[in-house]
């Protein structure tokens, strides 16, 4: 629980924060960033590194 709160608090708020910016970037740099999150929200969920993206989305709604 103390992860998902540290997720919350730093990589959302700055992906959040930083969204006019992102959405003004090179596709390149925007699949990176969100490459990254999705690797955190993998930690977070105790999920191995190739768990599929939609049902890593679709575990975190379900179980928030």
Same mark, same amino acid.
Request: hydrophobic share 45%.
């Given at each position: @629980?103390?992860? &998902?709160?540290?997720?919350?608090?730093?990589?959302?708020?700055?992906?959040?924060?930083?969204?006019a910016?992102?959405?003004?970037?090179?596709?390149?740099?925007?699949?990176?960033?969100i490459?990254?999150?999705n690797?955190? $929200? &993998? $930690?977070?969920?105790?999920?191995?590194?190739?768990?599929?993206? @939609?049902l890593?989305?679709?575990? @975190? $709604?379900?179980?928030s």
């Amino acid at each position: @629980n103390l992860i &998902r709160t540290i997720y919350f608090a730093v990589a959302q708020s700055i992906s959040s924060y930083g969204i006019a910016i992102w959405s003004g970037t090179y596709e390149k740099h925007f699949t990176s960033l969100i490459t990254t999150l999705n690797s955190l $929200l &993998r $930690l977070i969920l105790d999920k191995p590194k190739l768990y599929p993206t @939609n049902l890593l989305f679709f575990f @975190n $709604l379900k179980y928030s």
